[in-house]
C-alpha cells in the first residue's frame, strides 16, 4: 500500500516545478516516451479518452493533438498539478481519486495512466477500477519507470536513481524528501512480466509491454 495522504502533500509541493524537474531528471526524453504512447493510441482512433494522474497534463494534450477526433479528459486527486495543466492550456480536467472515479461502467475507450499508478494506494484495486470505465474491448496504457535489466546498465541506473537524481530534484524543487519517496518508489513498482500479470488479474484479458530507452521506463498495453 502507498501512503496516498504523503503523496497528495508531495505533489501539491512540487507542482510548481515538476515539468522543469521531469525533463532535467530525463534528459527530455519523457517528452519521446510521452509522443510514442500518443503514436500507438491514435492508431486506434478512440473518441473518449481518459488520462487518469494527469497532473500537469502533459500526455493528455500529446494525445489531444494525436487524436484530434477524441475528446480527451484528464483527471489528477491533486488540483495543484492540475493547476499547471491549466497553465499550459490544458481544460479538460476533473479532480478525482483513480480508486473511485466518478463516471459510469464503460464509457471510455481508452485510459491512460502515465507515472501515476505507482503512487496510487491500491494498484490492484486502481486497475479494477480502471477496467471498470473502459468499454468492452477498450484499451487501458501504463507509462512508467521501470529498473533495465541489462548488466551494468542497471548498476548505473540505480546509482543515479538513489544518488543523484534525488540530489538535482531536490535542488530543482525544494523538496527532496518528496523525490526520495518517488525515486524509491520506482523499485518496489513491478514490470515487465509481472507487471503484465497484475493487470490481467484485475480486470484485463491480455497485457503486453514494451521496454523504451533500454528499460528505464516501459509501456504496457492491456484489452479489457
Known amino acids: 500500500m502507498q501512503d496516498a495522504g504523503f503523496v497528495r502533500q508531495a505533489f501539491a509541493g512540487i507542482a510548481s516545478r515538476y515539468v522543469l524537474a521531469n525533463h532535467v531528471l530525463s534528459l527530455g526524453i519523457d517528452c519521446l516516451w510521452r509522443r510514442t504512447t500518443a503514436r500507438r493510441i491514435a492508431e486506434l482512433k478512440p473518441q473518449r479518452v481518459l488520462d487518469l494522474a494527469t497532473g ?13 477526433q477524441a475528446k480527451v479528459l484528464g483527471a489528477d486527486f491533486s488540483v495543484p498539478m492540475m493547476r499547471e495543466a491549466q497553465k499550459r492550456q490544458f481544460s479538460s480536467l476533473i479532480a478525482a481519486d483513480g480508486l ?33 470505465v473502459l468499454r468492452p474491448g477498450g484499451r487501458l496504457f501504463v507509462l512508467d519507470f521501470s529498473i533495465p535489466r541489462i548488466p551494468g546498465i542497471r548498476q548505473l541506473y540505480l546509482f543515479y536513481l538513489k544518488q543523484i537524481m534525488t540530489r538535482i530534484a531536490g535542488w530543482i524543487t525544494g523538496k527532496r524528501e518528496a523525490y526520495v519517496y518517488l525515486c524509491g518508489s520506482i523499485e518496489r513498482f513491478p514490470s515487465g512480466r509481472e507487471m503484465e500479470a497484475l493487470i490481467c488479474e484485475n480486470g484485463f484479458s491480455s497485457a503486453s509491454s514494451r521496454q523504451l530507452t533500454l528499460g528505464i521506463a516501459s509501456l504496457y498495453e492491456a484489452v479489457k
Open 56 to 68: 500537469s497534463g502533459d500526455l493528455a494534450q500529446a494525445i489531444q493533438a494525436a487524436c484530434p
Open 100 to 132: 473511485a472515479l466518478p463516471f459510469q461502467d464503460g464509457v471510455f475507450d481508452v485510459l491512460t495512466v502515465a507515472f501515476g499508478l505507482r503512487n496510487m494506494a491500491s494498484w490492484p484495486a486502481a486497475l479494477q477500477e480502471m477496467s471498470r
